[in-house]
């Protein structure tokens, strides 16, 4: 939680912890979010949005080798 309360967009109030654990407590049976860890301090809980995974690798490709469209193509056997 630490890590969505960091990004909070700063024209809005964050809201306290318990009032962000219930908003994506109410979010996890509807599937807008996922959540992983076992709750516990060597385990926290981690939120994600589903199909945000594949969108962070892109980020991160492009951050390492740059955007899709300038990256090499791989040549075909």
């Known amino acids: 939680m630490k890590q969505i ?22 979010l996890l049976p509807e599937g807008e979010v996922l959540r992983e860890g076992r709750g516990t301090c060597s385990q926290p809980h981690t939120y994600q949005r589903p199909g945000m995974e594949m969108q962070w690798q892109e980020n991160l490709l492009a951050k390492l080798i740059g955007p899709p469209e300038e990256r090499p193509r791989r040549r075909k056997h």
């Not at 309360?5 to 109410?26: D, F, G, Q």
Request: proline letters at 9%; charged letters at 30%; hydrophobic letters at 30%.
């Open 5 to 26: 309360t960091r990004r909070w967009p700063s024209e809005t109030a964050v809201p306290s912890k318990a009032t962000l654990h219930r908003w994506l407590e109410r």
